[in-house]
């Protein structure tokens, strides 16, 4: 048995990032970027007012009250017409350039324009600069703002486009094949006769798959039948990584096993030190094409995801991250552990105190989907730990994404 922490290792050592593709920056978010994003232009590109007053020259309202002669005006969008002489002002807005000669801008609350005589009486003085944001203080022409491998989130899609990037190189999105097997699965929208459950996994794990801003391709059921199975496993390892649910145990219809070794699939991992989840393969094609195949139960298919294939599945797309491990005060009893990592469908919150807390939701076990309602968290317990109760910290790993 394999613990976590290196079946992540093992996983993210076999998978490397897909190639590029150009999209518009209106397509990109959550794409990752393949190629830094530089600034074309200083930014702001030019002195800009950062309040709606009077630009002045710092020297001519050292003393004040005092008044200038207002020579004009310029909003955002506009450049003023001349240059600024001692003695005079200009009626600026928020964002327009400083007009040439001045230095600094009071602001309008500071300010009593006397209109009749041409003139503004300013009553604050302010330093050389104040209100002002120079040119390229934040970033100068040709510096890198997005480096490759950044997700591109909301914020950074704000950065790309001030960098005037309206298309950016982002990594292939990977294709994933679905593939749940078991002569008891009917589609969704069936009422399942005696002994038939809903294939409940395919469209889970087809939501996780979308959740990770990957292709999922949905192949039809594979019946427990060792022909079938060898069919659609074919046809799946079209895509860049095949996902399989059920027949991945010790029974004697746990097909996939045999017909992976016999499609010629290299086993990395066979066998996870976890709970729910022990029966956990995951395999390389000879073509370096990935293999995860879940045990069937919903919570070991869904804990197995989020482990080993999202961190795949995002390194393929040039990131290699991986959840961390957040501490929490726990709310509730739990049992003490044996030798495999556990973890439990939980619902985190920030308590009072602003800490997280975490509390086990009711479940009963890998077979039980309801459980997983609700839960945005897992509950993490090393192998050989006591019983903890309320009050105790613990480990939990969010699952929240947008
Ligand atoms: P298996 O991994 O094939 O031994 O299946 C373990 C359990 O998970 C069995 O109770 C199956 O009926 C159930 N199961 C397998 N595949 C699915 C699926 N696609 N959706 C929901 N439950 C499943
Ligand atoms: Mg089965």
């Known amino acids: 048995m394999i613990d976590v922490d290196e079946a992540q290792r093992i996983v993210l050592a076999q998978t490397r990032p897909l ?16 190629a830094p994003i530089q600034c074309d232009l200083d930014d702001p590109p030019f002195d800009r007012a950062v309040m709606d007053g009077y ?38 807005n928020t964002g327009a350039p400083i007009p040439r000669g001045a230095d600094a801008v009071v602001r309008i609350e500071q300010t009593e324009p006397l209109p009749a005589e041409g003139q503004v009486l300013i009553k604050e003085s302010v ?9 390229a203080s934040y970033a100068s022409a040709g510096k890198i703002v997005l480096q490759p491998g950044a997700l591109l989130t909301p914020a950074n899609i704000g950065v790309a486009a001030t960098a005037g990037a309206s298309r950016v190189t ?33 469209y889970a794990l087809r939501a996780l798959i979308d959740s990770a801003r990957c292709l999922a391709v949905v192949l039809p059921v594979a019946r427990d ?6 069919n659609r496993i074919t046809s799946g390892l079209q895509c860049d990584v095949l996902c399989l649910t059920g027949g991945v145990s010790a029974g ?12 010629g699939a290299s086993f990395r991992i066979h ?34 995801f989020e482990l080993l294939v999202r961190p795949a599945l995002s390194a393929l797309q040039g990131r290699r991250e991986v959840s961390p491990l957040i501490r929490a005060v726990l709310n509730g009893p739990l049992a003490a552990t044996a030798n495999r990592r556990c ?5 985190a919150s920030v308590n009072d105190s602003g800490e997280w807390e975490v509390c086990k939701l009711s479940w009963h076990g890998s077979g039980d989907s309801l459980g997983m309602a609700t839960a945005n968290a897992l509950i993490m317990r090393p192998p050989g730990s006591n019983a903890v109760s309320t009050g105790d910290l613990v480990y939990m790993m969010l699952l929240d994404r947008t």
């Open 343 to 347: 973890y439990y469908p939980a619902r």
């Open 271 to 304: 066998k996870l030190a976890i709970k729910p989840g022990r029966p956990t393969i995951f395999a390389t094609m000879p073509d370096g094409r990935l293999v995860f195949a879940l045990p069937g139960n919903p919570v070991s298919t869904f804990v197995g």
């Open 252 to 263: 004697t219809l746990d097909l996939v096993p045999g017909v992976l070794q016999e499609l």
């Open 170 to 202: 982002v990594y292939r999105q990977p294709k994933v094949a679905v593939l749940a097997t078991g002569d008891e699965l009917v589609d969704i929208d069936r009422v399942p006769s005696a002994a038939q459950i809903r294939n409940s996994n395919l």
């Open 225 to 230: 039948d060792r022909n079938e199975l060898r």
């Open 55 to 92: 630009a002045v020259r710092a020297a001519d309202v050292a003393h004040v009250p005092v008044t200038l002669k207002v020579v004009g005006q310029v909003a955002a969008g506009a450049v003023a017409d001349r240059p600024l002489a001692a003695g005079e002002a200009v009626q600026i």
């Open 19 to 34: 190639g590029t593709v150009q999209v518009s920056l209106e397509e990109a978010l959550f794409r990752t970027l393949a």
């Open 127 to 135: 330093a050389s600069g104040e209100f002002v944001t120079p040119r």
